[in-house]
T-cell receptor, first 115, second 113 residues
Framework: DTGVSQDPRHKITKRGQNVTFRCDPI?????LYWYRQTLGQGPEFLTY????????KSRLLSDRFSAERPKGSFSTLEIQRTEQGDSAMYLC?????????????FGSGTRLTVV | QQQVKQSPQSLIVQKGGISIINCAYE??????FPWYQQFPGKGPALLIA?????SEKKEGRFTISFNKSAKQFSLHIMDSQPGDSATYFC????????????FGEGTQLTVNP
């Protein structure tokens, strides 16, 4: 297993366009997390799944954002009608039940630039 | 609402020196305190972590000191090396909230040769 994989690594889009990111977690992990990191800041929690169920969403996750994890495997994060303020690194992490207490593994992220 | 505050924002030390990064938290329900290391273009990687029932944990050159009454914890990097140059984040979580991490703002560490 090669760890948490995120695709694409970089995405440049025009304001108003929709974008979708994919995360493939470590196969044995049943929890999957999405975080957003802006330049010079720590990651901020967006949402998490346990298996296919989305159990928590941050207030940061506006109605333009939607995340799915069909069949409890990979996950997608879609941003509709992108805005310049959406420019950030989007990080995915996975873990066993018990979450951070059992060690998250983060992917290398998808860097989104909205022009 | 910033629940974990980290300082300093940046730190420059000489090779072989001690790097010290401090964090303070507000939520007494937090029960897990990890430190992450992040290199440019990479995701954060777990360095070392501590639970509030111990006051210190050491792994190699890295030590966490934890003060529950003061709601503070710190990372000490002994014999700092140029390869330690990275951004360090403290974080906190509680299992009952799904273990989502609340991160500090980060410290950019530069170790000069």
């Amino acid at each position: 297993d090669t760890g948490v994989s995120q695709d694409p690594r970089h995405k440049i889009t025009k304001r108003g366009q929709n974008v979708t990111f994919r995360c493939d977690p470590i196969s044995e992990h049943n929890r999957l997390y999405w975080y957003r990191q802006t330049l010079g800041q720590g990651p901020e929690f967006l949402t998490y799944f346990q298996n296919e169920a989305q159990l928590e969403k941050s207030r940061l996750l506006s109605d333009r954002f939607s995340a799915e994890r069909p069949k409890g495997s990979f996950s997608t994060l879609e941003i509709q009608r992108t805005e310049q303020g959406d420019s950030a690194m989007y990080l995915c992490a996975s873990s066993f039940t018990g979450g951070a207490h059992y060690g998250y593994t983060f992917g290398s992220g998808t860097r989104l630039t909205v022009v | 609402q910033q629940q974990v505050k980290q300082s300093p924002q940046s730190l420059i030390v000489q090779k072989g020196g001690i790097s010290i990064i401090n964090c303070a938290y507000e939520n007494t329900a937090f029960d897990y305190f990890p430190w992450y290391q992040q290199f440019p273009g990479k995701g954060p990687a777990l360095l070392i972590a501590i639970r509030p029932d111990v006051s210190e944990k050491k792994e190699g050159r890295f030590t966490i000191s934890f003060n529950k009454s003061a709601k503070q914890f710190s990372l000490h990097i002994m014999d700092s090396q140029p390869g330690d140059s990275a951004t360090y984040f403290c974080a906190a979580s509680k299992e009952t909230s799904g273990s989502r991490l609340t991160f500090g703002e980060g410290t950019q560490l530069t170790v000069n040769p």
